[in-house]
């Protein structure tokens, strides 16, 4: 925090929704396709085209309005913002200017040096993407439309942060709210969740804003943080040299952590916004909000106190289960199938996730469904298994998508609970180290954890451990 | 053969009793073209080929007994409807090279209806003018006097029609530019109730104004018409899910009893005294066919033109954005990057009229303009529209001239725009309020000139206006003179 300035952060996420068709038209919105495969006269703006509404897009920006506490206009209405760009092939962007669907909301948000706080959401709007500008070598450019008039929602906070912490704190939980709403991918390098972030300092105490700045192209988060700490550091150097900071926006360039200067405030378009006449005003009914209300699902924050509340979760194993949606859906499967949550938890925070993130995966491609990992965890429970030999199942189910009970049948690892078979091993052990055996009936109890070791190497791990404990107890004391 | 005093009923009666072929017939109506087009000059494009290819295709579809409303009927539709395969030039230079990759609604309809569209009409550029001059094809001439301007936009529709080079015509009004040139050349043109029939695939002049309408040489056929291409369509947003009458059914109901009211701000000191004596005499046909005329105001009528101007010319300048020269059209590009090739298309592309809306329209919606220009008019609409809402309580119709003037001369206006934009006045207002108006002939002037009579419905009332024209045109023979060509 720097002594002399307080910092002031708006932010303006582009959220790029994830339905199939585009917002004005039926092309489909996938990713990746051949140039200009997936246009028609609508998104192309052929002469006579109109645009017609999709219905998913009001309901994904309803459930986003609802999920960060926002009012949900009755009445909206879409807007042109008018300006020339080859990739925008209308002349124009459909957009929402005055009366978007939603205003006033907010979102706590939490950092570790201030901790909880507020953060208030201005608006959210919906609008259409543009197209993409492939820069040839020969030094022309090729238009591909197949982006233009897919749909984006976009959230514009209140300038409410102070630090580039809280930034980076309001815009994982954004992200994490969206793509849990299941209405974004989330994909920040495809630009499926992008940011602009608005910055100004002012003396301490200053009611005043600042003079802002707007940064762009911020495509991850840590670039985000780079640039504002960049931006706050430059605005500090303007000023201390006696300069007057300018309303500009600014391209951040992060391979050299730089941001520059793109166009000024005299430079800026007019957009000439006006209604799109082509639309009519949208009515957004009180059931129609209610339905989608109903349609949301649980929410991070909510699930966490549930974690912890009903099933008993530590604070930590609840933040850590919830904070994707997937993984959440993964250990409530996994709970439903064998109901001891904390066992559950330490599982798919540890094994899981740690293979996961070995191989580098997400959740969804877990190759050990909940179910094949509830079926090793009740082989544990009725003593089939250790709970080492569970781990070696693991990585078996892993590898060949086998049950527990194939693997643990294929490799004869079933566990040792038969009195006389585990009575020989013990005779055995003990027989071969006479040394030892006499240490202990000396007195050194100690000794007894390397009496069961041994029992568990040469039964490879298949004797149950609390049988050969209480065997070898009785055979030492004899 | 000669057919073109034929109705579009005795048409559908001949083809389908098999007296003329569609062939016949579309053959008849290319050979009247090709006499007739060097003087008025209202086809951009005549698709001989395809059309003729179309009435083979509709013959046998009569042989086997499948007539639908217009089979094997040749009309011709304004250059501003996107068609398959014949280009859509909107009457500008920037889109002489375009073909359009569909068809807009209306022409869908009218092809399902069996309709050979025998070529694209001539219009002032994306259709804005009212005299037909502003084309880059060229002035369209009057029939009545080729020295004369039809009227626009649709001038060309008008044009054609009162030639008899087709027996009707789709046309666009935003303005008046239905009404306006079916008035200057003595047919019958309607503009529907906004939302009535698509837009899509009509090049979009101003959007929240256009509207697409026939015309045609009597009412029965205008109806006709209209009750092809109008309905609902779930691709234009704005156009209205209310069922479609059948407009023949009661069409000769007759006007007894019913209230026609004459707003006092359409009789002003400025109409042309043969303009004034035809339209009193057609009241004076209305009170004798049994309707009570009361007088009527619409207070708002004196704002109208400036509302108007501004808020079709910010919406132009927008719909216009997207003549870029990137994906379609005529490209100028002289290599100075990107701006560059803006700045030449469409300086090259757009003529003079068309620049100039453009730019009253930006301005309209600058930043520290938009309110005191666009959305000033936006209220004044407002009021208009609550204008024709009150009187519309008191009165069913209302009846109005068309124009201050018969057609004029050709050039005589074009140096002052500002006369043009007030001599659409009485048509303006009903764009604005969205509701129905119609033109039919209702005299001649002193030099010859059609004189057009103005019916103006309730929201959607377009049958009952098609009755109080139909009941007129029956007391009259306007309709029945034709000009010599």
Not at chain 2, 391 to 410: H, M, N, R, S
Not at chain 2, 439 to 448: D, H, V
Request: aromatic letters at 8%.
């Amino acid at each position: 925090m720097n002594s002399r300035y307080e910092v002031v952060i708006g932010l303006e996420v582009h959220v790029q929704l994830t339905t199939k068709t585009k917002i004005f038209c039926g092309c489909s919105t996938e990713f990746g396709q051949s140039p200009n495969s997936q246009t028609c006269p609508v998104c192309l703006g052929l002469p006579g085209a109109l645009p017609v509404l999709n219905r998913q897009v009001v309901e994904d920006g309803i459930k986003a309005g609802l999920a960060t506490n926002c009012q949900i206009a009755p009445r909206s209405i879409f807007a042109r913002k008018n300006y020339f760009y080859p990739d925008l092939p209308k002349g124009y962007q459909i957009s929402q200017f005055e009366l978007p669907i939603c205003e006033h909301g907010w979102m706590d948000i939490e950092t570790e040096e201030l901790g909880q706080k507020r953060v208030g959401i201005t608006r959210i709007h919906m609008e259409e993407d543009a197209g993409k500008l492939l820069h040839n070598e020969d030094n022309s450019s090729s238009v591909d439309l197949n982006r233009a008039c897919t749909p984006l929602l976009e959230v514009v906070s209140e300038p409410d942060m102070r630090s580039s912490e809280e930034a980076i704190a309001y815009l994982k939980q954004l992200h994490q709210i969206v793509v849990y709403l299941g209405i974004c991918d989330g994909n920040l390098e495809e630009g499926s969740f992008r940011c602009d972030a608005n910055v100004s300092i002012r003396p301490w105490g200053q009611k005043e804003l600042g003079t802002r700045s707007e940064l762009k192209n911020l495509n991850s988060f840590r670039f985000i943080k780079q640039a504002i700490e960049y931006e706050v550091e430059r605005q500090i150097d303007v000023i201390d040299e006696g300069g007057k900071v300018v309303q500009e926006t600014r391209l951040f360039d992060p391979d050299a952590g730089v941001s520059r200067s793109m166009r000024s405030k005299e430079e800026a378009h007019d957009y000439r916004y006006f209604p799109d006449p082509d639309l009519l005003p949208l009515q957004i009914s009180e059931d129609w909000i209610e339905q989608v209300r109903r349609q949301l699902p649980e929410l991070p924050e909510a699930k966490i106190v549930r974690f912890q509340d009903e099933m008993g979760l530590p604070a930590y194993d609840a933040g850590v289960l919830a904070a994707e949606r997937r993984l959440a859906e993964y250990f409530e499967v996994l709970v439903q199938l064998y109901n001891k949550p904390k066992i559950c938890s330490n599982w798919v925070m540890g094994e899981v996730l740690g293979a996961l993130k070995e191989k580098n995966l997400e959740i969804v491609d877990c190759p050990v469904s909940p179910e094949l990992l509830a079926g090793i965890l009740l082989r544990i429970d009725d003593n089939t298994i250790s709970g080492k030999i569970a781990k070696i199942v693991f990585e078996e189910i892993w590898q060949s998508g086998k049950t527990a009970d194939q693997v643990i049948e294929e490799k004869g690892m079933k566990q040792v609970s038969d009195t006389g078979a585990i009575e020989v091993i013990v005779d055995e052990v003990l027989a071969a180290n006479p040394g030892q055996v006499a240490e202990y009936r000396a007195g050194k109890e100690k000794m007894m954890g390397f009496f069961v070791g041994q029992v568990m190497k040469a039964s490879k791990g298949k004797v149950n451990p609390g049988m050969a404990n209480q065997l070898l107890k009785k055979k030492l004391s004899e | 053969m000669k057919f073109h005093d034929l109705t579009i009923q005795e048409m559908r009666q001949k083809l389908i009793s098999g007296e003329l072929t569609s062939v016949e017939l579309t053959q008849a109506c290319l050979e009247r073209i090709k006499a007739t087009d060097d003087r008025l000059n209202a086809f951009i494009t005549v698709c001989e080929e395809e059309a003729l290819t179309a009435a083979a295709a509709a013959d046998q579809q009569l042989a086997a007994g499948n007539a639908m409303l217009l089979t094997g009927i040749p009309v011709a539709v304004k250059d501003i409807f996107n068609t398959l395969d014949v280009r859509t030039t909107c009457g500008s230079k920037i889109l002489d090279n375009y073909i359009s990759p569909y068809d807009a609604t209306a022409i869908v309809k009218l092809r399902e209806q069996g309709a050979i569209i025998v070529g694209k009409l001539n219009m002032d550029e994306f259709a804005m003018g009212s005299s037909n001059e502003n084309s880059a094809a060229g002035a369209v001439h009057n029939p009545w006097d080729t020295e004369r301007v039809p009227g626009g936009s649709s001038g060309g529709s008008a044009a054609a029609v009162a030639a008899g080079q087709v027996v009707a015509a789709l046309g666009t009004d935003t303005g008046g530019s239905v009404r306006q040139p079916a008035s200057h050349c003595g047919v019958v043109g309607l503009k529907p109730t906004y939302g009535r029939v698509s837009r899509y695939g009509v090049v979009a002049f101003a959007s929240s104004l256009d509207q697409v309408g026939p015309l045609a040489g009597n009412v029965e056929d205008c109806a006709l018409m209209l009750g092809v291409v109008a309905g609902y369509d779930p691709a234009d947003s704005t156009s209205v899910d209310c069922p479609v009458p059948d407009y023949l059914e009661n069409l000769k109901e007759g006007v007894a009893g019913k209230k026609i009211g004459l707003p006092k701000e359409y009789f002003i000191d400025g109409l042309d005294s043969d303009i004034k004596q035809a339209v009193a005499a057609a009241i004076e046909t209305y009170h004798q066919l049994g309707a009570e005329i009361v007088e009527v105001s619409l207070p708002h009528t004196d704002y109208s033109v400036a509302s108007y101007y501004l808020i079709a010319m910010a919406e132009a300048s927008s719909n216009l954005a997207r003549f870029d020269g990137v994906r379609f059209g005529i490209r100028q590009d002289a290599g100075e990057g990107l701006i560059g090739m803006y700045q030449q298309t469409r300086t090259a592309g757009f003529g003079d009229e068309v620049k100039r809306r453009i730019m009253l329209g930006t301005y309209a919606l600058s930043s520290g303009y938009y309110d005191a220009y666009y959305l000033k008019a936006q209220k004044v609409r407002t009021l208009i529209r609550q204008d024709f809402h009150d009187v519309f309580e008191q009165v069913d119709l209302l009846l109005t001239p068309v124009a201050p003037t018969p057609a004029f001369k050709i050039g005589a206006m074009v140096n002052n725009p500002l006369q043009m934009y007030l001599s659409d006045i009485f048509t303006i207002p009903t764009n604005l309020a969205g509701t129905c108006a119609m033109s039919l002939p209702c005299g001649f002037s002193g030099e010859g000139l059609p004189i057009g009579l103005q019916l103006i419905g309730k929201p959607f009332a377009e049958a009952e206006m098609l009755q109080a024209a139909y009941a007129f045109e029956q007391a009259t023979d306007w309709n029945k003179r034709v000009p010599e060509l």
